[in-house]
């Protein structure tokens, strides 16, 4: 990599570290901390919901989705647009119109209300630990690209540098400067996208004509997927709207019930169709570069999502390379660094919350950042030993999806407020989609582990409520 890449690069990484600093200074306490003073506007919110839900680790899955499948890959991302409006539409004003959720941080909170400590205990532990796996993905996609970008940096190396740089910003700056710099990153993101990368990596490969003679038709199609991909995809990242930690903390964030609903909007559309179309054709160019042998005569066989950030590498000049790195690992930043938050959140508002009450806010926030460090250190940890991005993410979301969605959805909508009920369903329904991932056996239909574990919980929930109401009946 050029001197003058590497600078551009390392002086971006300073800015944010800088950013994250600036804000320790501001920040006075925990409110400030966790849900960013709970005064900031639709397109902050907006924009840093997308970075965040799409960021870096959905950047190269889309990649790798591209590489393999073509433009029926951006499905994915359709998911991500319904999810946000129906979110907008139905969850929204249920928590940021209700008085009792106003000094919540933490979506555990919500389950204290409607079901009780020990339900919220339960909920606590699983966004911890999804949140945990997710902040993981995160890094290791900082990582494939650093490493399939830089000359003779391995994956491990690559690894601890994004890991490092990524758990000090957020240790220091918290969710105000997450979210402001969010904008920031997911701006230098799109411009990078449509300014850099898909202009030059389409030349590069000798326009139209030789994308279409190099590759099947099929990679053109909408339809070059089985029905079991989209409904995966659906029962997966779909419900994530309604479960996801990340996303309740900018619901307290924002300003009110309409500002916060402006921005789901806003982050439904940049999902799906701008980034979603974005992310898949990129890695269909790397594809037909790949096929030309542009970028396999050195590289051998390739990671598909490896083969973005290579095919990147090689056709970037010297100074634009560096942009385009920047740009990647803003939304590296963008997702790693909200995620971070959840899970900090979650230990040190649901799970510690009892031992540190009644602490002065200094002593609280120096807390959490001591445990959000300790966090990212273990999510470093974890990335070490995985090496699927895409695969690490929706593993993360079904644990969560599975576990929560049945019991926030029975407590919010239906109000059946039943603690035996919400508890068991959850253990249920995370312990279904852990077991069959972990046993990684065959299923019915080919679908994802998710769906028998949110029907488990389902079906536990309605089974031991009913027993509840007929007995108190009788």
């Known amino acids: 990599m050029h001197y003058i890449d590497l600078g551009i690069f390392v002086g971006y990484m300073l800015v944010m570290l800088g950013v994250g600093y600036y804000f320790?200074?501001?920040?006075?306490?925990?409110?400030?901390?966790?849900?960013?003073?709970?005064?900031?506007?639709?397109?902050?919110?907006?924009?840093?919901?997308?970075?965040?839900?799409?960021?870096?680790?959905?950047?190269?899955?889309?990649?790798?989705?591209?590489?393999?499948?073509?433009?029926?890959?951006?499905?994915?991302?359709?998911?991500?647009?319904?999810?946000?409006?129906l979110a907008a539409v139905f969850?929204?004003?249920?928590?940021?119109?209700?008085?009792?959720?106003?000094?919540?941080?933490?979506?555990?909170q919500i389950f204290k209300y409607l079901f009780g400590p020990k339900v919220a205990i339960a909920a606590a532990i699983i966004c911890f630990v999804g949140y945990l796996g997710f902040t993981s993905s995160q890094l290791l996609a900082g990582a494939k690209l650093a490493s399939g970008t830089f000359e003779a940096l391995p994956l491990n190396t690559a690894l601890l540098i994004m890991g490092i740089i990524a758990v000090i910003y957020t240790v220091l700056g918290g969710l105000k400067a997450v979210i402001y710099t969010d904008t920031v990153q997911w701006i230098i993101l799109m411009l990078g996208f449509i300014f850099i990368g898909l202009p030059m990596a389409y030349f590069h490969v000798g326009g139209w004509e030789s994308i279409k003679e190099t590759l099947p038709p099929e990679y053109f199609s909408l339809s070059n997927l089985r029905w079991q991909d989209l409904?995966?995809?659906?029962?997966?990242?779909?419900?994530?709207?309604?479960?996801?930690?990340?996303?309740?903390?900018?619901?307290?964030?924002?300003?009110?019930?309409?500002?916060?609903?402006?921005?789901?909007?806003?982050?439904?559309?940049?999902?799906w169709p701008i980034m979603a179309f974005m992310g898949v054709s990129l890695g269909l160019l790397a594809k037909v570069a790949f096929e030309q042998g542009l970028?396999?005569?050195?590289?051998?066989?390739?990671?598909?999502?490896?083969?973005?950030?290579?095919?990147?590498?090689?056709?970037?000049?010297?100074?634009?390379?560096?942009?385009?790195?920047?740009?990647?690992?803003?939304?590296?930043?963008?997702?790693?660094?909200?995620?971070?938050?959840?899970?900090?959140?979650?230990?040190?508002?649901?799970?510690?919350g009892k031992w540190?009450?009644?602490?002065?806010?200094?002593?609280?926030?120096?807390?959490?950042?001591?445990?959000?460090?300790?966090?990212?250190?273990?999510?470093?940890?974890?990335?070490?030993?995985?090496?699927?991005?895409?695969?690490?993410?929706?593993?993360?979301?079904?644990?969560?999806?599975?576990?929560?969605l049945v019991p926030i959805i029975a407590g919010l909508f239906w109000n059946q407020r039943n603690p035996k009920a919400a508890l068991l369903s959850m253990v249920a329904g995370g312990g279904v989609t852990a077991t069959l991932t972990l046993l990684n056996l065959p299923l019915p239909l080919d679908l994802d582990p998710n769906f028998f574990g949110v029907f488990a919980s389902l079906a536990t929930f309605l089974t031991v409520n009913w027993l509840y109401l007929y007995n108190k009946r009788n």
């Open 295 to 352: 970028i396999a005569e050195t590289q051998g066989v390739l990671d598909p999502e490896m083969g973005l950030p290579i095919l990147l590498s090689n056709i970037l000049p010297a100074g634009i390379m560096g942009l385009m790195m920047s740009a990647y690992f803003s939304a590296v930043l963008s997702t790693a660094d909200s995620c971070l938050m959840a899970a900090s959140g979650n230990l040190t508002t649901d799970l510690m």
């Open 231 to 271: 409904a995966n995809w659906g029962i997966t990242i779909l419900p994530i709207w309604f479960v996801g930690m990340t996303l309740y903390q900018r619901i307290y964030a924002s300003r009110d019930v309409k500002s916060a609903q402006t921005a789901w909007y806003i982050a439904g559309v940049f999902e």
């Open 91 to 108: 969850l929204i004003p249920k928590v940021k119109a209700q008085p009792a959720f106003e000094s919540f941080y933490t979506l555990p």
């Open 24 to 85: 320790m200074k501001k920040n006075a306490g925990q409110d400030d901390y966790y849900v960013g003073g709970r005064n900031i506007g639709s397109w902050h919110i907006g924009l840093s919901v997308v970075a965040t839900d799409v960021g870096g680790g959905f950047s190269v899955g889309l990649g790798g989705l591209g590489f393999v499948m073509g433009l029926s890959g951006s499905w994915m991302l359709f998911t991500g647009l319904l999810g946000a409006w």
């Open 356 to 404: 540190l009450k009644g602490k002065s806010d200094a002593i609280g926030m120096r807390w959490s950042q001591l445990l959000t460090l300790l966090i990212g250190s273990v999510a470093l940890l974890i990335a070490l030993h995985m090496t699927n991005v895409l695969e690490l993410m929706l593993y993360s979301y079904a644990f969560m999806v599975s576990g929560l």
